[in-house]
Nanobody, 122 residues
Framework: QVQPIESGGGLVHPGGSLRLSCTTSGGTFGVYAVAWFRQAPGKEREFDAA????????GVADSARDRFTITRDESANTVFLRMTNLTPDDTAVYYC???????????????WGQGTQVAVSS
C-alpha cells in the first residue's frame, strides 16, 4: 500500500505556474498508476491528469491540455504535475491518487492524499 502526500500548492497570479509533487510515506509508486484530480468549492472532484506505472502513457483533461503536464520520477518515488498559464478557474484543492489501473475515473483509484490548495488570484 501507498499513502500519497501532495505538496507544492500555493497562491499564484493568473498566468503563473506551479509544480505539484506527490510522493508516498510508504511503499513505492512504481506498481501504481497515478492521477491528479481537483475539487473546487461546491463542485465534484474532477480529473486533471494520469500516468501509467511505466510512465509511457499519460493523459490530461481537455481543460488542461497544453497547460498541464504529468511526469513521474521513479528514482525519487514522486509524480509531478506541472501547471502553466493558470487561471482563477484552476483554483481548487488538488488531490493525488494511486491505483492499479490507468484511468480518468475517480473510482479506479484506491489510495488518496489529503490534497494541496491551489489559489489563482490577482
Amino acid at each position: 500500500q501507498v499513502q500519497p502526500i501532495e505538496s507544492g500548492g500555493g497562491l499564484v497570479h493568473p498566468g503563473g505556474s506551479l509544480r505539484l509533487s506527490c510522493t508516498t510515506s510508504g511503499g513505492t509508486f512504481g506498481v501504481y498508476a497515478v492521477a491528479w484530480f481537483r475539487q473546487a468549492p461546491g463542485k465534484e472532484r474532477e480529473f486533471d491528469a494520469a500516468i501509467t506505472q511505466s510512465g509511457a502513457i499519460s493523459g490530461v483533461a481537455d481543460s488542461a491540455r497544453d497547460r498541464f503536464t504529468i511526469t513521474r520520477d521513479e528514482s525519487a518515488n514522486t509524480v509531478f504535475l506541472r501547471m502553466t498559464n493558470l487561471t482563477p478557474d484552476d483554483t481548487a484543492v488538488y488531490y493525488c491518487a494511486a491505483g492499479r489501473a490507468y484511468s480518468r475515473s475517480r473510482e479506479s483509484y484506491t489510495f488518496w492524499g489529503q490534497g494541496t490548495q491551489v489559489a489563482v488570484s490577482s
